[in-house]
């Protein structure tokens, strides 16, 4: 790999960081099992590594803005997490800070277009 595509993954690895809570976040409005969010951001073209995925939900959790509980009903166990009242204030809020910043982006893309 050159110089100039690793300081591109480098930019968009940045970028990417920025926009993961918002999507799982996002996928939460009914319950999910992490291998479920997984395929479901995947369909939606967002590839997220397991290894990523886990520690959020953990952090989301005890953060206070995702439930969790087990589905001991199958052979394999499964822990559902979904959007508490408090996470979906805050899904809410974030929702709107993102809309902001895309129009101010758009502001800046608009005026630098190459």
């Known amino acids: 790999m050159d110089n100039e595509e690793q300081i591109f993954e ?11 809570v918002l999507s799982v976040l996002s996928q939460l409005d009914k319950p999910q099992y992490g291998y479920s969010l997984v395929m479901l951001l995947e369909e939606k073209g967002l590839k997220i590594d397991p290894g990523t995925l886990y520690p959020l939900l953990r952090r989301l ?3 206070g803005i995702l439930l969790s509980s087990w589905d001991t009903d199958t052979n394999k166990p499964r822990k559902y997490y979904e959007l508490s009242e408090f996470g979906k204030k805050i899904y809410r809020r974030l929702c709107d800070y993102w809309l902001e910043i895309v129009k101010t982006m758009k502001n800046f893309i608009n005026e630098g277009e190459i």
């Open 10 to 20: 480098s930019l968009v690895l940045e970028l990417r960081r920025g926009t993961i």
């Open 61 to 63: 959790e005890k953060q």
